[in-house]
């Protein structure tokens, strides 16, 4: 049997007319969209509507912080806020502890070579 090749065009199939036109279609729309794409007018054009959008967005996203803030607040839940400050508590908490256990290793160094040297061990 022959195998027809699904690239070549066939005047007489209908289906294979139409594939090749949306491909040609396709083609052409994708190399134009790419050449809009790739100017800096496009870029400069996309940085002002995303500029405009976060400015116009920010009064409702603390609005929304507010009232999310409130519905916890009643749920009895914790807020971003105090996440962040019991984080921050911790670290604290965690640097100090540090700081203790270098001081408690500086203070142990001489009584333990003071011990050996007690024993006889040098």
């Known amino acids: 049997m022959s195998q027809q090749n699904d690239d070549a065009f066939d005047p007489f199939d209908p289906t294979g007319m139409l594939k090749a036109m949306r491909t040609a279609n396709l083609d052409a729309w994708s190399k134009m969209m790419i050449q809009l794409v790739s100017?800096?007018?496009?870029?400069?054009?996309t940085g002002v509507m995303l500029d405009a959008w976060l400015t116009s967005?920010?009064?409702f996203y603390k609005v929304m912080?507010?009232?999310?803030?409130?519905?916890?607040?009643?749920w009895q839940m914790p807020s971003r806020a105090d996440i962040t400050s019991l984080a921050e508590r911790l670290t604290n908490i965690?640097?100090?502890?540090d700081d203790l256990d270098a001081?408690?290793?500086?203070?142990q160094r001489p009584v333990s070579k003071a011990s050996r040297r007690s024993e006889g061990q040098p």
């Open 39 to 45: 100017t800096e007018a496009y870029a400069k054009a």
């Open 57 to 59: 967005s920010t009064p």
């Open 65 to 74: 912080e507010k009232v999310l803030t409130q519905v916890l607040a009643n």
């Open 94 to 97: 965690e640097m100090r502890l």
């Open 103 to 107: 001081k408690l290793d500086q203070f």
